[in-house]
Each structure stands twice: as structure tokens, then as C-alpha cells.
């Protein structure tokens, strides 16, 4: 090989180098221009979805006597904060497993002070799954409900009342 074809090839490779990188740039100007169009279908479809599932959520209300009757719920009442933030708390208790959504909007040290209100109450937080987006604070909380000293359990009512005294207004 001659010093001739070896450069000849060292510059079709860079022009195909350079081919390469246009064809690349004109697909990610094209995913930048896509992107808004996709996040608008996305939030459609996750709040159509969020809307469905909470009209056909079924809460489990425990008795005293620790006998769970299945209760359908339309669509459980919702607050507004002052803000204009939808507020939203559902808990169950099934026996002494404890399942708390909470969705409202955003303050600091919300978490905390809900985790610490239901530690005075005995229900014992086991999981934490939150998220934080355009200042709306979504939260689920899994626990276990100690008795306390009284040999009694925590009702739905007791820890969705505490709740929503912390839930910023």
C-alpha cells in the first residue's frame, strides 16, 4: 500500500465519521422536537389512569371486633389547600397491616412530621415510597399497627384525622 490509498482511505472514513455525526444530531433535533408533544400524551394517560384506579379502589374498613368487610368507595372526598393543591389521604388497615397514600401539595419536612405522627399513633412504618414532581408531594407509606397501652389499635379514622392536620393548608 502506497502512501496515496492509505490517505484516500483515512478520508473516506472521515467523511463517513462526519455523516455519521449529522445523521445523529438530525435524530436527537427530532427527539427534542417530539419530546413535548410525548410528555403531553404522557400526562394525559397517567392522570386518566390515576382517575380510574382511585373510582374503583376498594378500602377494607376493620372493625373493632378485627373482622375486615370489603366496602366499595366511589371517589373518597377531597380537600383543597389553599393553594389551590389537591389534597388527597386514603388509608387502610387490614388487621394490623397498614397501607397510607397521601398526595398533596409540597412543604418541607412533610414526610418527617407524617412518619413521626404515626409513630405516636403505634403504626409502625415499614416502607417509603415518595416523590416529589411540579411541587405536588405523592407519598405511600406500608406499616404495622402496634396496640398501645390500652390493648387498642389505631383506626383509619384516627391516623387520616392526624393526617390531614399536618397536610399543609
Known sequence: M???SILGDAI???NQLRKKIQDLEARARQMEADQPSRMAVDSQIKSSSLK???DKRKLRIVKESGSAKPKAVDSPPQRVAEDGGQVDVEVSIIES???V?????YREGLLLDVMQMLLELRVEITTVQSSLTNGVFVS????????NVNGKKASILEVKKAIQQIIPQ
Open 140 to 147: 405511600e407509606l406500608r406499616a404495622k399497627v402496634k396496640e
Open 12 to 14: 473516506e472514513y472521515v
Open 97 to 99: 397491616d397498614a397501607l
Open 52 to 54: 380510574s384506579v382511585a
Open 101 to 105: 397514600e397521601l398526595r398533596c401539595p
Open 2 to 4: 502506497d502512501k496515496a
